[in-house]
């Protein structure tokens, strides 16, 4: 049953059987089942396995590969659901959008993290069209899991709509709810700074900008921010680093401060 609804998703994403008989093979379904089913049984802590059932989905075409995970959005078993968002959130796809409807959908989900968690992914991911459900997730969501993944998901977005909504959120009963409402302005704060900067420099402040909102274990999204900012000369990106290092936004000068260790 699994593997037939894996057959039609990728199907339905790719156009037909004529374009996409060589994806329909058995290795996709195999590889993709046993990333989830690795994923699912696997600790965040355990980078190397993490990276292991990470590959397993990176082997194959990046569209091909997004339409047989979104099924798995659907999963009963919560750790099998939770592995497809989390795929999701942390690859990257060319087009993610044919699984915003299901990500959307999970936002709701009777299970705390899969509402918090696909929270986030559709942050990452950049759609704005949950900003309005993400909104109501901070300010009515039960869990704290949930309402500080949304923290986390409205600095993601970018819209400085958000800043009214997190400055309430602030006053949150959870301490992890409002560490993370705090670090979520700090960003559009930091953002609405060096949105009008250009050319080479740019790349150094969306660095900084993504090491902000990661933590520890965010290894793939730490190593593009470091390599976007090394990619900069560095007659340009030191002293952008070294005066950021003095921000007063703390998020932005631990992050700094981080890059700057890292190159």
């Known amino acids: 049953m699994r593997m037939t609804s894996i057959v039609l998703a990728v199907l339905l994403v790719c156009g037909g059987a ?20 690795m994923l699912s049984k696997t600790a965040e802590t355990q980078t190397a396995r ?25 999963d009963p078993e919560p750790t099998r659901r939770r592995s497809a968002v989390y795929f999701l959130q942390f690859l990257s796809w060319d087009d993610a959008s044919p699984a915003f409807p299901a990500l959307r959908k999970l936002l709701t989900h009777s299970e705390a993290m899969t509402r918090g968690m696909s929270g986030m992914a559709l942050a990452s991911l950049v759609d704005d069209k949950s900003f309005d459900a993400l909104v109501k997730m ?53 953002r609405q700074e060096f949105q009008d900067v250009t050319g080479p420099a740019k790349s150094v402040y969306e660095g900084v900008w993504l090491i902000s909102g990661s933590n520890v274990f965010m290894k793939t999204r730490l190593n593009r921010a470091v390599g976007m900012i090394r990619s900069v000369d560095e007659s340009v990106r030191g002293p952008i680093l070294e005066n950021l290092k003095s921000s007063r936004l703390a998020a932005v000068k631990n992050s700094a401060t981080f890059a700057l260790s890292q190159l």
């Not at 006053?171 to 993370?180: F, G, T, Y």
């Open 50 to 74: 993490v990276l292991e059932a990470t590959e397993l989905i990176q082997r194959h075409p990046n569209k091909q590969a997004l339409a047989a995970l979104i099924p798995y959005l659907d």
């Open 18 to 37: 004529s374009m996409c008989d060589s994806v329909l093979a058995a290795d996709l379904e195999k590889d993709v089942t046993a990333a989830i089913d």
């Open 138 to 190: 901070l300010k009515d969501d039960d869990d704290p899991y949930a309402r500080r993944c949304a923290a986390w998901a409205l600095g993601e977005l970018k819209n400085q709509k958000a800043t009214e909504h997190l400055k309430i959120a602030l006053n949150d009963s959870n301490a992890l709810v409002k560490s993370n409402t705090h670090n979520a302005i700090e960003r559009l704060n930091f």
